[in-house]
């Protein structure tokens, strides 16, 4: 199934430059002083590849990320344009990557993490070093397509959402991973990371105009496996945000103390004009957030629009 196919859905954002929101992800201690920790920069779908001026437009956006002067970026996969897609030659996969490559050396001092997006992968080359996940870490430089990290007080998870079989939760082993990643991360505020979202409105409104329910959310808008990840959530307060892409729309969801953030692609209507001309994706502008995390547990972002 196609990514382009599966997506047909209703912007919430229209064109402003900046759209900003202070999120409170628990009840917080106002005068407890709160200090900033950490200073975020997260792009998702950047979709990169020779046509439509797309490297020096990433570039563009890339060197705004510099002058934010941000601690990390995330990067929330789908990096390249699409290497999933039955007619692709290895010479096309590496000529994205190279074009990823390129772009990237202008944050090489800024540490980037970075998850596997469903166009990431080549399956058409088996046997080949650049197939499957194994040839997106390799270009990537990761060295597992699912890990965690520490910086500055908060606790961050990396997760692929690319079930081999069903596209949109965790298998049986990064599952037991993930729970026991939790319960051993000492309380720490906690942000997860995946390429699909795990909670999102989106889908819930991708219907005809004349279309009434019931609704029916499909695996591509949000998990299949919410209901566990909302237990796991329910048991441990410490869990702040989750971050997403993978739909190119821009919504913000918050249940039970959480905050889900799926954020617009960097790439819009994949560098292509769009529906406004200017390569927007439903009124959802090309661009990218800015979080801060603070040492309270709580978190503020920005959503910013890098091209006129």
């Keep these: 199934m196609k990514r382009r196919d599966l997506i047909k859905q209703i912007g919430l954002v229209s064109g402003a430059a900046v759209l900003s929101n202070t999120v409170t992800a628990s009840p917080i201690n106002y005068e407890q002083k709160k200090k900033r920790v950490l200073k975020i920069a997260h792009i998702t779908d950047v979709h990169i590849r020779p046509e439509y001026n797309a490297v020096a437009r990433f570039k563009k956006c890339l060197e705004m990320i510099k002058k934010d002067k941000v601690d990390l970026i995330l990067n929330g996969g789908d990096s390249i344009y699409a290497a999933d897609y039955d007619n692709i030659k290895k010479e096309r996969v590496i000529e994205l990557w190279n074009c990823w490559k390129d772009s990237i050396e202008l944050v090489k001092d800024i540490p980037m993490y970075s998850v596997l997006g469903n166009h990431d992968m080549w399956w058409q080359g088996k046997g080949d070093e650049l197939f499957g996940k194994p040839g997106v870490l390799k270009m990537l430089g990761l060295k597992n397509n699912y890990y965690s990290f520490d910086k500055n007080g908060w606790h961050f998870i990396m997760l692929d959402s690319n079930h081999p079989k069903s596209p949109g939760m965790l298998d049986e082993d990064q599952w037991n991973w993930f729970v026991q990643d939790v319960q051993s991360s000492n309380g720490k505020p906690t942000l997860i990371m995946s390429h699909y979202p795990l909670l999102s409105c989106t889908g819930i ?20 496996d919410i209901m ?10 410490n869990i702040k945000v989750c971050l997403s892409g993978h739909i190119h729309l821009l919504d913000k969801v918050w249940y039970n103390d959480v905050s889900y953030l799926c954020n ?17 994706y439903k009124q959802t502008v090309p661009g990218y957030s800015i979080l801060n995390l603070y040492s309270n547990g709580s978190f503020d972002d920005q959503y910013i629009k890098y091209e006129a």
């Design 205 to 224: 409104i991708d219907n005809k105009p004349d279309f009434i329910g019931p609704f029916k959310v499909s695996g591509s808008y949000n998990h299949l």
């Design 228 to 237: 566990k990840f909302i237990e796991v959530f329910n048991k441990n307060k």
């Design 264 to 280: 617009g692609a960097a790439s819009g209507f994949w560098w292509e004009p769009g529906d406004d001309g200017k390569s927007s």
